[in-house]
């Protein structure tokens, strides 16, 4: 059995491990069954493999390149024993893995601690995104994470000016008390994968009219500390702006190609730079659509196929809705349930029949086309599959690893 290379973005290997290989072959048979004999036929009676799970909209931090800022501080947050049932109600569908992320802060929910322990007793895979302002109380419950859970903490900085005019912080802290808070949840348990977070913002870019602070030339001084302080790896992303006009989120739309290179040499550039310091330690991460951006190949990934998939095996839970869509969290076309849609199996049920429709009527040709999606390559590997000829008892199956999707 063939083990994952990439445990982080190669989905479609994801897809076919041991524990989901079944769930792909009944999506691919029930998509079959819908374009040759029945469009009516229902969807297989499985859940998502992974979620991110929004517990808060709340966030001490205001950073003004958050994609969430809409939605950020509406006073809203899901409900500890929702959340119980939630897990519950997805677990006996096929859940696999969780991540609290985004929409807000997890780590200010009143009973955050009791959320990771629900869900490491659950036997569920875990991943904590953080901005790193409570990390005491990751710490409080970092020994119950495993092997393959991890812990990132989202920072986009090497200097603590840069630090603070990225993310203005309404409490008092540094960057120096976040490093020194990412060493000790690292002491408590050393199997846990702790990520340093770095979004690449590049002159010019501007939201609501203010340019963001640059700090791509701190990339290689990211790495530095990184090492210090007890990283396993630094993972680069490029800045996302989220357009006002449609509420999508965009990479580099509307850049003149001469600027766009511009762009992606200095990226590359630092990258190496980067890559030469931290040598076999920390692991350099690059995100798909950064990856893209290097290897000149954002226009490829921006092509999306008319149907996205992947919002099958993967939803975003928070206070305000289910979405099924990361990159379309909080937007109204993307929302296949209100936040209770995974309480309980009726609800599910709905749930699930509003994603087959969607599955069927949302563009992502049109929708995504500015997006750079982290699931174009799994979005076309599925759609070839289904229109092809193959067997799908043939897939070559893959060992259990990494359920994060």
Known sequence: ????????????????????????????????????????????????????????????????????????????HLRFQDITQMLDVLQ??????????????????????????YTKNRGLQLG???????LDKVAHVAGLLEKKDWVRISIDAGTEETF???HRPKINITLSDILRGAREVKSVNSSISLGYSFVIVWKGITVDGNELVHNIDEMAEA?????????????????????????KESLLHGVEAGRQQRIVEDITSN?????????????????????????????????????????????????????????????????IADSN???????????LNTLAHSIATFDAEEECKVVGCFYHHVNWWISNLIDSKRDVAELEEMEDDNFFL
């Open 341 to 351: 849609g995974y309480v309980d199996e009726v609800n599910f049920n709905k749930s």
């Open 164 to 166: 603070v005019k990225s």
């Open 128 to 134: 904590i995104v953080t901005n790193g302002s409570r």
């Open 271 to 335: 990258l190496q730079t980067a890559r030469s310091i931290a040598g076999d330690h920390p692991r350099i991460l690059e995100s798909v659509n950064l990856r893209a951006m290097v290897n000149k190949q954002l226009g490829e990934i921006k092509k999306q196929p008319k149907q996205c998939h992947m919002q099958f095996f993967r939803t975003v839970a928070t206070p305000s809705g289910v979405f099924h869509c990361p990159a379309f969290r909080g937007v109204e076309k993307a929302k």
């Open 1 to 76: 059995m063939e083990r994952l290379r990439d445990r982080e973005h190669d989905f479609g290997s994801k897809l076919r491990q041991a524990s989901t290989i079944v769930r792909l072959k009944e999506y691919v048979s029930w998509q079959r069954c819908r374009q040759s004999q029945d469009a009516k036929q229902p969807p297989p009676d499985i859940g998502p493999i992974s979620i991110n799970l929004d517990v808060t909209s709340a966030c001490n931090f205001a950073c003004p390149h958050c994609v969430d800022s809409r939605i950020i501080n509406t006073g809203e």
């Open 223 to 247: 790495v530095q500390l990184a090492r210090g302080y007890s990283f396993d790896y630094v993972s680069f992303k490029p800045c996302l702006i989220r357009l006002e006009d449609s509420q």
């Open 92 to 117: 006996s569908h096929g859940l696999l893995s969780v991540i609290l992320v985004g929409g807000g802060e997890p780590t200010l929910h009143k009973d955050f601690e009791e959320i990771v322990m």
